[in-house]
């Protein structure tokens, strides 16, 4: 995905951090059994959150014990032990992986298209799509051909776009959940969703005015954010992280408070953060000048 979905590690407590390193490092000993060792290449800290809270969820245990990698050969890490939770994880992971990669291949042009098209063919070593999740397939298929319908035709409502990406990720973090459970993982995904794709697009918009790429910024604000646009935009954002609150406080952590701590770490700190980076990152640049 997109990598911003991590948590502020400086308010985490030592054993909290080493939870979410052994959640980490054992997603991506589960990729290497179940989706091939080249998908290792596609983890993100995204699909840690969403196990984490799966796992709370269903109330799974998860057990961690030290193992080498091969990145580590010489020093045991600890490591979460491949269960359930994360064998969808890391297969949800790869399905969404592959459809963007194959999405992006039709919708790039010259040199971006070449470079889609390598990494398309790399994704070829991943191992095939397993059959439980045609399904999600399906769905999320479905919700990527929207975005780029709506890419195509240069919508200018941020509402549109970030409810298709906010009904995709809802259908990652919600799929195979009993109907209790999913109704609050699709409502974490949901806003969730809707939060990536409009931080995404602050982080990406100098570059996409550049390149001529589609961003919805481009369309509601011009080519480049003013302080009010900032504001305005911090302030959306932050109501989808209210409301993704909402749902997070409604998941029974009682036999999982460590894996609390990390969730609402990321949520009430880790998020806000990031927030914080995108939608400043280039008036610090201007301060720099």
């Not at 992986?97 to 390598?118: C, E, M, P, Q, W």
């Not at 909402?246 to 953060?273: M, P, T, W």
Request: overall charge positive.
């Amino acid at each position: 995905m997109f990598g911003y979905i991590k948590p502020c590690v400086d308010e985490l407590k030592v054993k909290d951090f080493e939870l979410y390193k052994a959640t980490y490092c054992g997603l991506c000993r589960t990729m290497g059994k179940c989706t091939g060792c080249v998908s290792k290449m596609t983890l993100s800290y995204d699909f840690v959150f969403f196990a984490l809270v799966r796992m709370a969820l269903i109330k799974a245990k998860g057990d961690v014990k030290r193992r080498r990698c091969a990145l580590h050969p010489f020093k045991k890490r600890p490591m979460l032990e491949i269960n359930p939770t994360l064998e969808y994880t890391a297969k949800a992971s790869v399905l969404l992986t592959k459809i963007k990669l194959k999405d992006n291949v039709n919708d790039t042009r010259g040199f971006s298209r070449f470079l889609a098209k390598i990494a398309g063919v790399v994704s070829v070593f991943f191992k095939k799509t397993d059959k439980n999740l045609i399904p999600l397939k399906e769905k999320i298929q479905g919700c990527f051909d929207e975005l780029l319908a709506l890419e195509r035709e240069g919508c200018d409502s941020i509402d549109m776009v970030a409810n298709t990406s906010g009904e995709l990720i809802g259908h990652v973090a919600s799929f195979g959940l009993d109907e209790a459970e999913a109704k609050i993982a699709y409502e974490i995904g949901f806003h969730l969703g809707k939060w990536v794709y409009v931080i995404d697009a602050c982080d990406d918009l100098e570059r996409d005015v550049k390149k001529g790429s589609y961003n919805v910024l481009k369309y509601t604000f011009g080519n480049e954010l003013k302080d009010t646009d900032r504001a305005l935009l911090k302030n959306a954002m932050l109501l989808e992280l209210d409301s993704m609150s909402k749902s997070v406080e409604l998941i029974d952590f009682s036999s999982h408070r460590d894996v609390e701590a990390i969730v609402k770490n990321v949520v009430y700190e880790g998020l806000v953060q990031e927030t914080d980076r995108v939608l400043n990152k280039k008036s610090n640049k201007k301060k720099a000048r």
